[in-house]
Structure formats: structure tokens, C-alpha cells
Nanobody
Framework: QVQLVESGGGLVQAGGSLRLSCTASGRIFSINDMGWYRQTPEKQRELVAA???????NYADSVKGRFTISEDNAKNTIYLQMNNLKPEDTSVYYCNVRLRSSVNPTVMHAYWGQGTQVTVSS
């Protein structure tokens, strides 16, 4: 099985910064990509930022220039540095990973973390 452990959420004032981290562990053969999503008021999950291992990054327009996603491949960990936070960034942030497990490397699976709360006060 695969586990995702997230950390780094919390309460911060507008203009402040937080850094989220997410580590994948377990029977991992290879990781294709990892990313951060957040929950909308309509209870949907929208992409915040994603990174394709060793390749490109992708950001939501609303966070470009403020958030930076990075990876530590040796630790199967991604980070989301969030600067100049705004009240509208308040949400539950979920880590997502798409990988091939060592049990069956021919199939790609997606896993979600438990979510971490980010609250930005005005």
C-alpha cells in the first residue's frame, strides 16, 4: 500500500507565508507526478500546483507568482511554499500522487492525503 503524510497547514495573517509538505511512502515503484489541490466552497477539488517528476510544473492562475512547488525525489516529498497569502486561499489542501506500485508496476494509481487546513485571516 501507499501512504501520504501531509504537514504544514495552520493559521496565518494575510500577507504571511506557510510551507506545506507531503511525503509518499510504501510500495512505490515509480512516481509520475505529485500535486496540491484545495477544496472549493462547492466541495470540489481544484488544482493549486503540480509537478511532473523531473520535468515541468503547473500552477493555478490565482497562485502564480505567490506559490512555488518543489520536490525532493530522494525523499518522495513535495513542498508548497505559499507566500503573500490571501484570505481567499483559505481551504483544506490535499496532496495527490500518481504512481506505479511495486506490486503491479504496469498500472498507474492515484492516492490522496488526508488534507491539511490553511486559514488566512484578513
Amino acid at each position: 500500500q501507499v501512504q501520504l503524510v501531509e504537514s504544514g497547514g495552520g493559521l496565518v495573517q494575510a500577507g504571511g507565508s506557510l510551507r506545506l509538505s507531503c511525503t509518499a511512502s510504501g510500495r512505490i515503484f515509480s512516481i509520475n507526478d505529485m500535486g496540491w489541490y484545495r477544496q472549493t466552497p462547492e466541495k470540489q477539488r481544484e488544482l493549486v500546483a503540480a509537478i511532473i517528476r523531473g520535468d515541468s510544473t503547473n500552477y493555478a492562475d490565482s497562485v502564480k507568482g505567490r506559490f512555488t512547488i518543489s520536490e525532493d525525489n530522494a525523499k518522495n516529498t513535495i513542498y508548497l511554499q505559499m507566500n503573500n497569502l490571501k484570505p481567499e486561499d483559505t481551504s483544506v489542501y490535499y496532496c495527490n500522487v500518481r504512481l506505479r506500485s511495486s506490486v503491479n508496476p504496469t498500472v498507474m494509481h492515484a492516492y490522496w492525503g488526508q488534507g491539511t487546513q490553511v486559514t488566512v485571516s484578513s
